[in-house]
């Protein structure tokens, strides 16, 4: 259950509105009719299921990342947007074009060099940062660089759980994380801007 809230709450950051209730509606055998909000929250599950699964034969990789994002945004409205793909174009958040944009992230030709930077921090056993701390820098790293077209938010949000199951700080994910960020959601969001 704890999986499913995370879901609701991660996926109700980027205004996607489906509760508990609907999700375990869509689980119980009605998803005919259900709103693309559900199906994105429902993906959500199945993504970080299928993380956690991978995690156990697979360290935390760049290919595993890509898998995710495929998984999260398969058969929804993002399932245009290149699923497990990085992107090819420039993407900004807010405004309408980079020029008058809150935050634009590289530029796309720097996405596989940005990651594979990200993924060496990852995997820098000499690196003495408390696993915490890791964890929230590996986020706002990820958010900086903002690699796929869609969907970057949820994953980012789905890698701090990742890290810390990796790290065995967690077995299985037990933290609403998003509930934090929820409550918090202007100064995660201008404080992810200022990195």
Known sequence: MYVKKEAVLSSQIEDTQASLADLLEYEGDSREGSSDDVKEVSNYVAAMDYG?????????????????????????????????????????????????ARFV??????????????????HNEKNTIPILIKAGLAHAQFETIHPFLDG????????????????QVIEKPLLYLSLYFMQFCDEYYERLTQL
């Open 152 to 167: 970057n938010g949820r994953v980012g949000r789905l890698l701090i759980t990742f890290i810390l199951c990796h790290e």
């Open 52 to 100: 956690l699964e991978r995690l156990k034969e697979l360290p935390l990789s760049l290919r595993l990342i890509k898998e995710i994002h495929a998984k999260l945004l398969q058969g929804t409205r993002g399932g245009q947007k290149s699923p497990g793909e990085f992107r090819r174009t420039q993407n900004w958040i807010g405004g309408t074009m980079p020029s008058n």
């Open 105 to 122: 992230p590289p530029p796309a030709q720097e996405v596989l060099s940005c990651m594979g930077n990200l993924e060496k921090f990852l």
